[in-house]
């Protein structure tokens, strides 16, 4: 899928827009969505150690998306706006169907 819509004037996206996936040889980049939270969730949970040195800290009180499903959600809307305003493009990494991490 390729991104439909167009910057306008003011440097936004205008009219609808496909979120990309791309396909390689051995793995596929795609959008995260809600129903990813249980799998995400595990891989998550088997790499804590490593990915909270590299992560900002939430801020008190803040939902945590790897316990929360809303913020989960709440967490690939944002990345599909980015999309959409053209300032970021997260992707979930797929080997198969199988989630092995996600990059942006």
């Not at 008190?60 to 980015?82: H, I, L």
């Not at 053209?86 to 991490?101: C, D, P, R, Y």
Request: proline share 6%; hydrophobic share 40%; charged share 25%.
């Amino acid at each position: 899928m390729a991104v439909a819509g167009r910057l306008g004037d003011n440097g936004l996206m205008s009219g609808p827009v496909d979120f990309p996936v791309l396909h390689g040889r051995r793995v596929m980049l795609r959008p995260l969505e809600t129903a990813d939270f249980e799998v995400w969730q595990a891989v998550r949970r088997g790499n804590v150690g490593w990915l909270t040195s590299w992560e900002p800290r939430r801020t008190a009180g803040q939902p945590d998306p790897v316990e929360d499903r809303q913020a989960f959600a709440m967490r690939c809307g944002a990345r599909r706006r980015e999309c959409q305003l053209g300032t970021g493009w997260g992707f979930g990494v797929f080997v198969g169907e199988a989630l092995v991490g996600e990059m942006n």
